[in-house]
């Protein structure tokens, strides 16, 4: 089906320090009026049903006038909903997360003519967590190796588990149940540190280039193995190996070497090593603090990327020797947006209403139906549309 055929409604946006990230329902041409509604279970017999895709797409933020070219260029402005009693010239109210939802609220009401109706960050990480885990089959799994395995989540034994979203910075919330959590931690060295030190040593222009970048590059040019420090052997007493990395960027400190002598891939590589490292291991250290043994990584930081995700996992192995798991997420970056998208519900708001989502499951990415702006990278994460069936009020 295109998606010009599809009806468009309910726009949710995300809008962080780097990133800007919707989430949009579409539902199906044949099925878009209630006669053609199917009865549902659960306590919800005879409520009317519109089956459809939730899309996603995402955006800079510092290009985020594109992100306002495409929702115009979709109508997606006029899919929000108003208060009741409200008049049909008020303005349309989108829900929106993140510190964007506060910093750009005038340029969406001068642009779109939206009024953004703000949800709080962390609520809607949360909630977009647990729909995922709760709703979507094949949407969690493990990674280590180049081996990717997806994970069976018992519903009745999902919490409590530590939830680390990795954006320009970076979030440890502990789950404990719907509408239950903690931020327990978190690091101010995350994808922004990997972004903005990159583009200050290799002078790449964005992320996804700088990401790329690190695929061709080697670590161990200029991070100080054990081995360089033993040399060349491990040092057993402690169960650390020649190969394990003592200090990261610290052959910079007794080569004879100038910035430029250095391979822009190589400093990426490092980048990525070291930021990824860091955040697996602080990320156990917090689930060791509450006896935690499942950790979900979510966040753009992570893209899908091979390297990124086995990186994070060796980490979380290691530390934890082998008690702890990390997992991740095929809608990584999606969290805050799903939340606010849900966040429909409890307003009140006229028109559709999400009191359940139904029958997900990821569709073929090759549809279409998703869309990522921006240079592409073989290992990005698909991010699929997923199929849902969603109660009208």
Not at 155 to 166: G, Q
Not at 185 to 214: A, H, I, P, Q, Y
Not at 320 to 328: L, V, Y
Request: glycine share 10%.
């Amino acid at each position: 089906m295109e998606e010009s055929e599809a009806q468009i409604s309910h726009l949710a946006l995300d809008i962080g320090g780097s990133l800007i990230k919707l989430v949009y329902f579409s539902r199906n041409s044949d099925n878009s009026s209630s006669k053609n509604s199917v009865p549902v279970s659960n306590g919800n017999e005879g409520r009317p049903v519109l089956e459809g895709k939730l899309h996603f797409a995402k955006f800079e933020t510092a290009k985020i006038h594109d992100c306002i070219d495409f929702i115009q260029s979709k109508q997606l402005c006029l899919t929000g909903c108003q208060h009741h009693g409200s008049s049909a010239d008020e303005k349309c109210i989108i829900k929106a997360t993140g510190g964007g939802a506060y910093k750009f609220t005038d340029l969406f009401k001068e642009k779109l003519g939206i009024c953004l109706g703000k949800e709080d960050e962390m609520d809607c990480l949360v909630a977009g967590a647990n729909f995922l885990l709760k709703s979507v089959h094949d949407e969690a799994f493990t990674y280590m190796d180049g081996q990717k395995e997806f994970a069976q989540i018992d519903h009745d034994d999902l919490y409590p588990y530590l939830l680390v979203n990795i954006g320009s910075g970076v979030s440890m919330i502990k789950v404990d149940g719907p509408g239950k959590f903690e931020r327990v931690s978190g690091t101010n060295v995350g994808g922004g540190t990997f972004w903005g030190l990159g583009r200050l040593l290799t002078k790449c222009k964005s992320f996804d280039e700088l990401l790329e970048l690190s695929q061709q590059g080697n670590n161990r040019v200029i991070d100080m193995l054990v081995g360089d420090i033993y040399g060349g052997t491990d040092y057993k007493k402690i169960g650390l190996t020649s190969t394990t990395i003592a200090s990261s960027f610290g052959k910079a400190i007794s080569d004879n070497k100038e910035l430029e002598d250095y391979k822009p891939e190589d400093i990426s590589r490092s980048l990525l090593r070291m930021i990824s490292n860091n955040i697996g291991q602080i990320s156990y250290l917090n689930a060791l603090r509450f006896g935690l043994k499942r950790i979900f990584f979510a966040g753009f930081f992570i893209r899908g990327h091979a390297y990124t995700m086995d990186t994070i996992a060796v980490a979380v192995h290691f530390w934890s020797k082998g008690e702890a798991k990390a997992m991740f997420l095929r809608h990584e970056g999606f969290l805050g947006a799903l939340g606010a998208f849900m966040s429909y519900e409890k307003h009140g708001f006229d028109n559709l209403m999400v009191h359940q989502l139904l029958q997900q499951s990821p569709t073929d990415p090759s549809d279409g139906g998703d869309k990522t702006h921006g240079p592409a990278n073989s290992e990005l994460n698909d991010n699929p549309s997923i199929n849902c069936s969603v109660y009208l009020s």
